[in-house]
């Protein structure tokens, strides 16, 4: 059952704390991606990676950092830096370095309490 | 700063018409177009992309490119309460570019 998965679906997180999203493609896709989404907003690139062993910064990349050590995983941390993490996180992959079509994992909603 | 802008919403259609949703884009470079559709709380799907000026089918979905006027529609026939989320258009400037998202539109069919 090839797809991409995200865990967990739901979390919470204290103010001052590193949280890590996990990101899990079996697609045997070279290039993955993060996401944020706020309310009424369209997505913003966190980070992306098109090789393992390699990524770059996307559009709001301060307060996050990624690794890429494995073709399949892509887990990204919030780190303590990150003002505002309230958001809807979406991990997405595609089977070429971004010539192809993005196909996005369920997501995790992470909440500051 | 390459944008994609989508009409403000939200949009709201009768059962059975026409949904009509629009999307212009700045960089006239631009190569590839996606569009998403995305339910409440729920991750985006694919529903078409396009390359190529002109209108390409699938189903009751029609996405229309045009290239020299920058702009990429999407057409929903005989619309089902089902279609009711938020459609987010994407956009690729080149071949190995990122894609920018527009901010999206919400769709409501009503029965």
């Known amino acids: 059952d090839g797809g991409i998965t995200q865990s967990p679906k739901y979390l919470f997180r204290k103010e001052g704390q590193n949280v890590t999203l996990s990101c899990e493609q079996n697609l045997n896709h070279d290039a993955m991606y993060w996401y944020r989404q706020d309310p009424g907003q369209g997505l913003r690139l966190i980070y992306y990676s098109q090789i393992v062993n390699d990524f770059q910064k996307g559009d709001i990349a301060e307060g996050y950092s990624v690794s890429r050590e494995k073709k399949e995983s892509f887990p990204l941390t919030v780190t303590s830096a990150q003002k505002n993490p309230t958001a809807f996180y979406l991990c997405a992959s595609s089977s070429r370095s971004g010539a192809d079509t993005q196909y996005f994992g369920p997501g995790t909603r992470l909440t500051v309490l | 700063q390459k944008e994609v802008e989508q009409n403000s919403g939200p949009l709201s259609v009768p059962e059975g018409a026409i949904a009509s949703l629009n999307c212009t884009y700045s960089?006239?470079?631009?190569?590839?177009f996606f569009w998403y559709r995305q339910y409440s709380g729920k991750s985006p799907e694919l529903i078409m992309f396009?390359?190529?000026?002109g209108d390409k089918e699938d189903g009751r979905f029609t996405a229309q490119l045009n290239k020299a006027s920058q702009y990429v529609s999407l057409l929903i026939r005989d619309s089902q309460p089902s279609d009711s989320a938020t459609y987010l258009c994407a956009v690729r400037p080149g071949a190995n570019s990122k894609l920018t998202f527009g901010k999206g539109i919400t769709l409501s069919v009503r029965p």
């Open positions: 396009i390359y190529s000026n």
């Open positions: 960089d006239r470079g631009s190569q590839s």
